[in-house]
């Protein structure tokens, strides 16, 4: 600042925008600009654009599609007063992009405000080596059977887990509710939970987790698999655990509220698998610890239906469920949404 000698110093601080937004396979893209800093909310933000054509998010002849943000994150990366804001997609008429799953799910949760939906969900993803191999899976061979792996500690048993720490750190520093991590049952498999988050913040905070974990992979030089059976055979798959509670399931004898729901939540199966993300098919098998795809069940402590009831809330007789049945590439808006839909508004 030396050289602005008799200038408001403010007048020259700069505070780096970075937008993420949902691309059309639910990947994530973002681009920076610079600002005027510092920014405190998404009200002192305007709308952005970029080229839809290049993400498969509009036609070439007509590809502006407009950044509008949404949720505002301090940017772990760079510090400081810099920010990262995940963006909802809309088209050049104004109408929400055919990727832009949030606007929906913000409707829903205004309408069903008054049984504060809560939501806990379980991310499990794998890390690829740059030989696109598991990572620290032994070359030219695999790993012994699943057992040692889930929550394992030390050599052997566990892969990478500086940079799964350091994105525990940068959940906690960008203020994602981020509320623990496991290692998991296959290995080079890993799980973290984020939430309880109201429902509208929960899709904001998954996908910035999600967001914050693709980028320090890449300072790793790995690369993260939300696919839902990255490996065949007898390997586990990757789920979404969704965990969900309403006023009506948290109050005292709220046992009565969730079995309503399961019952709701039976007759749309499908409707449901539809939105809870792709390849699901090869997951739900019914073995490794998921229901078939085919066949909606539930269950106390039952880790192989589609909803179970943890065993604490039996007891209890309130409180919250976990849907088992989403994959771990489903986008979060969309599970919300319809678990609201169905258990709430229909
Ligand atoms: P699991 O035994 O299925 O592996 P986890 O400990 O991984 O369970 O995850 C439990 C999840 O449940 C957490 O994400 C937590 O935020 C969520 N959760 C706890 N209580 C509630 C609640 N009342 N409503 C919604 N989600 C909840
Ligand atoms: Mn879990
Ligand atoms: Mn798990
Ligand atoms: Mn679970």
Redesign the pocket.
């Known amino acids: 600042m030396a050289q602005h000698q008799g200038l408001d110093p403010h007048h020259f601080h700069t505070s780096l925008l970075d937008r993420v937004w949902i691309d059309a396979d639910n990947g994530l893209r973002s681009k920076t600009t610079t600002l005027e800093g510092p920014i405190k909310s998404v009200d002192e933000l305007k709308e952005w654009n970029f080229d839809g054509s290049s993400t498969g998010q509009a036609e070439g002849t007509n590809s502006d599609v407009f950044l509008r943000p949404a949720a505002f994150f301090p940017d772990p990366f760079r510090r400081g007063d810099n920010i990262i804001v995940i963006c909802e997609t809309y088209n050049n008429d104004g109408t929400p992009n055919k990727y832009n799953h949030r606007y929906s799910c913000m409707k829903t949760m205004e309408a069903s405000a008054k049984s504060d939906p809560?939501?806990?969900?379980?991310q499990e993803y794998t890390i690829f080596g740059s030989d696109g191999r598991p990572y620290g899976w032994p070359i030219g061979g695999f790993p012994g059977p699943q057992g040692p792996y889930y929550c394992g500690v030390g050599a052997g048993k566990v892969f990478a887990r500086d940079m799964i720490e350091a994105h525990y750190r940068a959940c906690l520093y960008a203020g994602v509710t981020i509320?623990?991590i496991?290692a998991e049952v296959m290995p080079s498999q890993w799980?973290f939970?984020?939430?309880?988050c109201k429902g509208k913040d929960m899709g904001d905070h998954l996908w910035m987790a999600r967001y914050l974990l693709i980028r320090i992979a890449e300072e790793w030089g790995v690369t993260v698999s939300f696919h839902p059976k990255p490996l065949s055979g007898d390997w586990n798959g990757a789920g979404l655990?969704s965990?969900?509670?309403t006023n009506e399931t948290?109050a005292e004898g709220g046992m009565k509220a969730i079995e309503e729901m399961i019952k709701k939540l039976e007759k749309r199966h499908l409707q449901h698998i539809e939105v809870y993300g792709s390849d699901n098919d090869l997951r739900l098998t019914g073995r490794h610890e998921t229901g078939h795809i085919g066949q909606f069940s539930s269950g106390v402590a039952h880790r192989g239906a589609s909803i179970?009831i943890?065993k604490a809330v039996a007891v209890a007789g309130k409180?919250?469920f976990?849907d088992r049945r989403p994959a771990s590439n489903a986008d979060p808006y969309q599970i919300c949404d319809i678990m609201v839909q169905t258990t709430l508004l229909s």
Do not use: D, I
């Open positions: 809560w939501f806990g969900l379980e509320s623990g496991n799980e939970q984020v939430g309880p655990h965990n969900y509670s948290r179970r943890p409180g919250y976990e």
